[in-house]
């Protein structure tokens, strides 16, 4: 039995299956995306379909936004919890989680040589599980189903939706993780799997962690409901019971693979080898410990053992706060903090050469500059003195992390463009892009985060407080305004790369990169490559040219 599964059918460079003529109808071409096995397909299914539902995620924002600064007199009550789960689980689960996803499915086995993704049906499978729930929690939550709502029925479909989503993002997280643990080219160790690859294993072993568990949880929350409702409260219970899956930590494992990402650019970028790269998969893989906070969910177990041992109440709190912010939210920002100073020592190392500052690499770094941001904010919001508890300040962080991925993410996707289309996404256009999405999440972010020292509610659109409410509302609302317009510009700027009318033709390493998607055709064949080798070094384009550094790389 083999976990990949390859094509003797004929096929172009692009992956489409060749028919007499060399020729393929609408119906044909309908029908290879439907029910393709080409990894590079299936996570452009992931990447686009996820950029799309972004638009109109950043939209509710904007509608959200509006709502507050009207004071809630827009809409009817009842919608109000309605927008904020659309919000708050789209900008996770229907935007991140499956855009850094689906770039590992489309990424991934090109760079460790394999043939195909393990397990592509599952894979595809997932996506179409994914897809269908997402459809089905927008019905659901367009008819007052979400949490707090008042159809039954519909917060009855939002549960299963919910879950069907989850199942859907574990299945392609299980194929992603299987390539990078059984279908490495030879002589490509653990420790010579190229740094997006590692970051994307862990993410994997994140979801495999984490999405079971509230898999679980929605089967309690939709029997309960469907029943007596007596064990979790409920239609007003689902938010309260779900909500961590949508804050920090577990918004950590959809950005785990962005500093992986800001690696890789780094050495294509400076020209040279990564520095410390032992260092760099531990500082990668303290990043994927957020996913331990949103597997015990609870934040104070420890204070409660402590606490019956017959410690003082303020030192139950105190061992706490420390023990908590220390392991979920304070490890996930020194592995981040570790890669972007260890980055820095590379690019630092290198000749006194000009780098090639491309609009990947710099939209990865903003990217990965508001997720750390977001990190931070994450560890002072549990911390009591503040006073920051049930503000928007969380808010705040949470459009951080998410925001930050995706600019990270449009990266991933103008660098590998040449890989999956055989063209360039304009440079100069994505440059422009990642300067507007760094101001829009600043936008959307930054006054939130003084609203909450201003005791701003969370979760609510009437209210009072000292200060300029409705400067700060408004802020955030353009931000959200101008994130939905970058996404679409983006969207834009790939379909016409796609479709041949934008962009220029690419060469097989038009970025001068050191790991193996390079040195294959561009646009990649099906089955990705002609010949699996092996390679005796994490940089194997480099080894033709350079000599072995002095740890034999």
């Known amino acids: 039995m083999t976990t990949l599964d390859t094509s003797a059918a004929a096929t172009t460079n692009d992956g489409r299956a060749l028919v007499a003529d060399d020729t393929i109808g609408v119906f044909d071409s309908m029908s290879g995306w439907l029910t393709t096995t080409d990894h590079k397909r299936i996570g452009r299914l992931f990447v686009v379909s996820s950029l799309v539902v972004g638009v109109a995620v950043a939209l509710v924002a904007v509608v959200l936004g509006i709502e507050r600064v009207a004071d809630g ?87 299963a939706a919910y879950a069907l989503q989850l199942i859907g993002l574990l299945a392609a997280g299980v194929s992603v993780a299987t390539t990078v643990l059984t279908a490495r080219v030879p002589g490509m160790t653990l420790r010579r799997i190229p740094l997006f690859s590692w ?119 105190t061992l706490g706060d420390i023990v908590t912010l220390g392991l979920f939210l304070g490890l996930p920002l020194l592995g981040a903090l570790t890669v972007l100073g260890a980055g820095g020592l590379t690019a630092a190392a290198a000749p006194k050469v000009r780098p090639r500052i491309s609009g990947p690499f710099v939209m990865s770094f903003l990217g990965a500059g508001m997720v750390v941001t977001g990190m931070v904010g994450g560890l002072v ?30 990266g991933a996707v103008a660098y590998w463009a040449p890989k999956w289309w055989g063209r360039l996404i304009p440079d100069k256009q994505v440059l422009g892009l990642g300067a507007l999405g760094m101001i ?68 097989d390493d038009p970025w001068g990169g050191q790991t193996l998607e390079w040195a294959t055709a561009s646009p990649a064949p099906r089955d990705n490559f002609a010949e699996v080798g092996s390679v005796m070094s994490p940089e194997p384009l480099l080894d033709s040219t350079a000599e072995p550094d002095e740890e034999g790389r």
């Open 73 to 159: 007199e827009v809409f009817d009550a009842s919608a109000v919890p309605q927008l904020f789960a659309a919000f708050r689980f789209g900008l996770v689960y229907s935007l991140a989680l499956p855009l850094m996803v689906g770039l590992a499915i489309a990424v991934v086995p090109l760079q460790v040589g394999a043939r195909a993704l393990a397990f592509p049906r599952l894979a595809l499978t997932g996506f179409w599980f994914w897809a269908s729930g997402l459809v089905f929690v927008a019905i659901a939550l367009a008819n007052n189903g979400g949490p707090a709502g008042g159809d039954p029925d519909m917060v009855d479909l939002f549960l």
């Open 199 to 317: 970051s994307a294993l862990v993410q994997a072993i994140a979801i495999t962690l984490t999405l079971p568990l509230q898999i679980g949880l929605v089967v309690y929350l939709f029997v309960d409901h469907r029943n007596g409702r007596l064990a979790f409260g409920g239609n007003t219970g689902i938010g309260q019971w779900l909500g961590y899956g949508v804050t920090q930590p577990m918004t950590y494992v959809a950005a785990t693979t962005v500093f992986g990402l800001a690696l890789e650019l780094v050495a294509v970028t400076f020209g040279r080898r990564l520095q410390l790269r032992s260092v760099l998969y531990a500082g990668v893989g303290l990043v994927g410990v957020g996913a331990l906070g949103a597997v015990t969910q609870q934040t104070r177990n420890f204070e409660v053992l402590w606490r019956t041992a017959g410690a003082p109440d303020d030192a139950a709190e």
């Open 381 to 410: 919001y549990p911390i009591g003195i503040f006073g920051l508890s049930g503000t928007v300040f969380e808010e705040a962080c949470l459009v951080y992390v998410v925001y930050g991925t995706v600019l990270a993410g449009m």
């Open 440 to 507: 829009a999440t600043v936008l959307a972010s930054l006054p939130y985060v003084v609203a909450g020292f201003a005791d701003q509610p969370a979760g609510a659109v009437d209210f009072d407080y000292e200060g300029p409410k409705v400067l700060w509302n408004l802020a955030v609302t353009a931000g959200h305004a101008l994130m939905a317009v970058v996404v679409l510009a983006f969207v834009g700027l790939v379909a016409k790369t796609a479709t041949g009318r934008g962009g220029d033709d690419a060469h």
